[in-house]
């Protein structure tokens, strides 16, 4: 764990989106934050007009992905604060908002992080899907099971349009070992283009599942 995780529980507690003191999410900014709702593709979870098995925006085989809130600059502060803030104690606040909008998971589900690159993880201190997991899996009573790994090498993701992410994530994902559990949920903080997502189904779906779902805390884009 990097030396600012180890004195954050040191450190004064302010909001990751206003800086005022008191929490590491104010009720005012966690009233800010947008749900996506729920007429939502039950394939990716985008927010549609009417409900749908799939639609443009699917990707992969993936089934039965939700994401809480919205990308917008509330959820992105919050976040940017996990992951390049390095306050890893907002895991257990963004697992909290997921809990808030999104229903617990089927019983035989067992929840996925989808894996940080080594390189993020050395620079960070943690692995902040990981540290999502972890918390979901204590609030909704699922087993954590880390059934993907992510070799390292390999340029990043954010930033990149949904063909470049594609074609960037071939292979990018292996099997931790043994056979992948039976009905996963990939668990990630903000879906973009489901680039990712779709890899790491592919890759569980050849080790055995036999269905991939998701939950993500946000949705980048695809909604109002």
Same mark, same amino acid.
Request: proline share 10%.
């Given at each position: 764990?990097? $030396?600012?995780?180890?004195?954050?529980?040191?450190?004064?507690?302010?909001?990751?989106?206003?800086?005022?003191?008191?929490?590491?999410?104010?009720?005012?900014?966690?009233?800010?934050?947008? !749900? %996506?709702?729920?007429?939502?593709?039950?394939?990716?979870?985008?927010?549609?007009?009417? $409900?749908?098995?799939?639609?443009?925006?699917?990707? !992969?085989?993936?089934? !039965?992905?939700?994401?809480?809130?919205?990308?917008?600059?509330?959820?992105?502060?919050?976040?940017?604060?996990?992951?390049?803030?390095?306050?890893?104690?907002?895991?257990?606040?963004?697992?909290?908002?997921?809990?808030?909008?999104?229903?617990?998971?089927?019983?035989?589900?067992?929840?996925?992080?989808?894996?940080?690159?080594?390189?993020?993880? =050395?620079?960070? !201190?943690?692995?902040?899907?990981?540290?999502?997991?972890?918390?979901?899996?204590?609030?909704?009573?699922?087993?954590? %099971?880390?059934?993907?790994?992510?070799?390292?090498?390999? $340029?990043?993701? =954010?930033?990149?349009?949904?063909?470049?992410?594609?074609?960037?994530?071939?292979?990018?994902?292996?099997?931790?070992?043994?056979?992948? $559990?039976?009905?996963?949920?990939?668990?990630?903080?903000?879906?973009?283009?489901?680039?990712?997502?779709?890899?790491?189904?592919?890759?569980?779906?050849?080790?055995?599942?036999?269905?991939?779902?998701?939950?993500?805390?946000?949705?980048?884009?695809?909604?109002?």
């Amino acid at each position: 764990m990097s $030396p600012l995780a180890l004195l954050e529980p040191l450190l004064p507690t302010t909001c990751a989106v206003c800086g005022l003191p008191g929490g590491h999410l104010c009720e005012r900014c966690r009233g800010l934050l947008r !749900g %996506v709702g729920e007429v939502v593709c039950a394939g990716c979870g985008a927010p549609l007009g009417a $409900p749908a098995a799939r639609c443009g925006q699917c990707e !992969g085989p993936v089934a !039965g992905a939700r994401q809480a809130v919205h990308y917008d600059p509330v959820a992105r502060a919050l976040v940017s604060a996990l992951k390049d803030g390095r306050r890893p104690a907002l895991a257990g606040e963004l697992a909290g908002v997921v809990v808030q909008h999104l229903p617990v998971p089927a019983l035989g589900c067992v929840l996925v992080p989808v894996p940080t690159s080594p390189a993020r993880v =050395r620079r960070r !201190g943690f692995d902040h899907a990981a540290l999502l997991a972890r918390e979901l899996g204590a609030r909704w009573g699922r087993p954590v %099971v880390v059934a993907l790994v992510r070799p390292a090498g390999g $340029p990043p993701q =954010r930033g990149a349009r949904r063909g470049v992410r594609r074609s960037q994530l071939a292979g990018a994902f292996a099997p931790a070992g043994g056979a992948a $559990p039976r009905h996963p949920v990939l668990v990630d903080d903000v879906r973009t283009t489901g680039a990712t997502l779709a890899a790491c189904a592919r890759t569980l779906r050849a080790g055995g599942a036999r269905s991939v779902a998701a939950v993500c805390v946000a949705r980048a884009g695809g909604g109002p």
